[in-house]
């Protein structure tokens, strides 16, 4: 297990976009990964002053980007999967990395195809890529009136 603790620049917000805080945790692609990342990803949010909803979403949304990896990504034995978080002023961006077989490849274990489509519906910006054998899941997630319970 791979972590980097989070930091924060002067222990007050940024200006310009500049990165407050940064975490990131690699584990080996395998079912027990998908809870330890979304523990990882709540406690990054905690210190963020979100809503109890949004946290909740973030986390949902990396909970099926990280549950993909897992269940898509390596169908022929194993590899890792990459959670990044960022966050700064104006939002948050949570990318889910991988080096398995690309999201343009037939998966093994089919499921409903409903992962891809609840991320970009939680989030304000999705987006899936495959370059040099990574695939990256990028989320992103606006701050304004974040901290407003719902």
């Avoid at 973030?58 to 980007?65: D, K, N």
């Amino acid at each position: 297990m791979e972590v980097v603790d989070v930091w924060v620049i002067d222990g007050k917000p940024g200006a310009n976009g500049r990165v407050l805080a940064r975490q990131q945790l690699r584990e080996r692609a395998l079912p027990g990964a998908v809870p330890m990342i979304r523990g990882m990803v709540r406690r990054f949010l905690a210190g963020l002053d979100l809503s109890m909803a949004r946290s909740g979403d973030i986390q949902l949304a990396v909970t099926e980007a990280c549950a993909n990896v897992v269940r898509h990504a390596y169908p022929i034995g194993h590899g890792d999967v990459l959670c990044e978080c960022e966050a700064t002023d104006d939002e948050i961006v949570i990318r889910v990395s991988d080096w398995g077989v690309g999201s343009n490849q037939p998966s093994a274990q089919p499921g409903l195809g409903l992962g891809i489509p609840l991320i970009e519906r939680l989030s304000d910006h999705a987006t899936q890529s495959n370059c040099s054998g990574v695939t990256l899941v990028e989320m992103h997630f606006a701050r304004s009136g974040a901290n407003v319970e719902a």
